[in-house]
């Protein structure tokens, strides 16, 4: 649809979620910091570089121990399983192991991509 009204594709390849699904995932500002980080992936992601780099992106470069602990245990406890669930990463070694990125992270990424260009 997006695609139709600004002459242009979105995304380069399917995503398998329903729109409530895609909804859900995406209300998260740290899952979609999560989901562009995802993205740039190339082969496996320790979950503590995910963790850095959203709390940099949140927080700003300076950020606090206390600020990096709050997302580590959000993710660990919450997001980790949602972005598996939806297909941005896998987690064969649990949530605080070694992070692989999923068919889903890249048209995500992408999506929100778009998004942000058409809205400001």
């Known amino acids: 649809m997006f695609g139709r009204l600004f002459g242009r594709q979105p995304v380069s390849s399917t995503i398998s979620l329903s729109l409530d699904e895609l909804f859900n995932l995406c209300r ?20 503590r570089t995910l963790v850095d780099e959203v709390a940099s992106r949140e927080f700003g470069p300076d950020r606090t121990t206390n600020e990096r602990t709050t997302v580590y245990t959000t993710f660990y406890q919450q997001h980790i399983a949602i972005l598996d669930d939806a297909d941005v990463l896998s987690a064969p070694d649990g949530p605080s192991g070694m992070l692989v990125p999923g068919e889903n992270a890249e048209p995500l990424s992408e999506l929100l991509s778009f998004i942000e260009s058409v809205s400001e």
């Open 28 to 47: 998260v500002e740290r899952r979609r910091h999560a989901i562009t980080i995802m993205a740039d992936v190339e082969d496996v992601i320790p979950m």
